[in-house]
Nanobody, 123 residues
Framework: QVQLVESGGGLVQAGESLRLSCAAS????????MGWYRQAPGNQRELVAT???????NYADSVKGRFTISRDNAKNTMYLEMNSLKPEDTAVYYC?????????????????WGQGTQVTVSS
């Protein structure tokens, strides 16, 4: 059973920075794409950024130029560097990973979500 554990959330003031981490553990046979999503109260969960196993990244327009997603494949860990934070970035941030079922079947995959970490930005 694979688990994803986020860390690094907290309370900061507008303009400050935070770095989130997401560590995968368990029986891992390969991680394909990973991503960060967020959900603010009363809103649906939305994509923040994704990264493929080869490092190709994609960002929501609202965070482009301020957030940077990265991953360390050797450590099965993903990061989100968040700079110039705004009050509208306040949300619970969730880690997502698409994982291989087995090494010999790369097209058979399943998804895992972390439990979420709260990010609060005060004005």
């Amino acid at each position: 059973q694979v688990q994803l554990v986020e860390s690094g959330g907290g309370l900061v003031q507008a303009g400050e920075s935070l770095r989130l981490s997401c560590a995968a553990s368990g029986s891992i046979f390969g991680i394909n794409a990973m991503g960060w999503y967020r959900q603010a109260p009363g809103n649906q969960r939305e994509l923040v950024a994704t990264i493929t196993s080869r490092g190709t990244t994609n960002y929501a327009d609202s965070v482009k130029g301020r957030f940077t997603i990265s991953r360390d494949n050797a450590k099965n860990t993903m990061y989100l560097e968040m700079n110039s934070l705004k009050p509208e970035d306040t949300a619970v941030y969730y880690c997502h990973a698409n994982l291989r079922v087995a090494p010999a079947t790369p097209t058979l995959t399943y998804d895992r979500w972390g439990q979420g970490t709260q990010v609060t930005v005060s004005s």
